[in-house]
């Protein structure tokens, strides 16, 4: 059996998810969200770094993994949330890193991308694939995520495993290997025929 954690790092909302895998099944062990108050990353240089890297090292040390996977991060817009966000990912770091558990990042497109991974195709918008990912992984393992913190942690957490180790999840999870077409993502009900009225004779 194996043990991996599947993060998303924030300062404000850190999903965190731990799966054991063996064999064929896969189950969700737990799940949570590290959660510091509305601004205090801008607002603080001490207090949100302190808590997630404690609420971290704690969730290690309960369930200590064989490797935990978070995602790397990426450059904004703004410089404020870049730094929020590269702080995130440290504090990640260093509490693995303190337990002497196997930590990689996990980038979000690309190659090894979790985004494009789970779901090919340049064409699928990221909001839609995350969507569909999530209703995919709640339906066939049978668990339903607490927040979209956690299912992105999840989504994180199962593309850095297959990275880590070659094993294709995806057939469990009830996830295509390819997808090149957006309008497979969503089982859009039969549009409705538009009603016809008839013009009435002058």
């Not at 954690?5 to 063996?22: A, F, K």
């Not at 299912?151 to 996830?175: K, P, Q």
């Amino acid at each position: 059996m194996t043990r991996f954690i599947g993060i998303d790092p924030s300062l404000l909302n850190t999903g965190v998810t731990v799966w054991d895998v063996e064999g064929g099944t896969i189950t969700l062990i737990f799940q949570t969200t590290i959660q510091n108050p509305s601004g205090s990353g801008k607002n603080s240089a001490v207090l949100p770094y302190k808590r997630l890297y404690h609420g971290m090292k704690a969730i290690l040390g309960e369930f200590m993994p064989q490797v935990v996977f978070s995602e790397k991060m990426f450059a904004s817009r703004s410089g404020v949330i870049s730094e929020m966000l590269f702080n995130a990912s440290l504090m990640v770091r260093m509490a693995a890193d303190d337990l002497n558990i196997t930590h990689r990042f996990v980038p979000i497109t690309g190659v090894t991308g979790w985004q494009n991974f789970h779901l090919q195709g340049d064409k699928v918008e990221p909001a839609a694939k995350k969507k569909y990912v999530r209703r995919r992984i709640e339906s066939n393992v049978g668990v339903e995520f607490s927040n979209e913190h956690c299912a992105d942690a999840a989504a994180i957490g199962f593309s850095g495993w297959y990275h880590y180790s070659g094993t294709d999840y995806r057939a469990v999870l009830g996830l295509p290997t390819e997808m090149t077409n957006a309008n497979h993502l969503e089982e859009k009900p039969p549009r409705k025929a538009a009603r016809r009225t008839k013009r009435k004779a002058r």
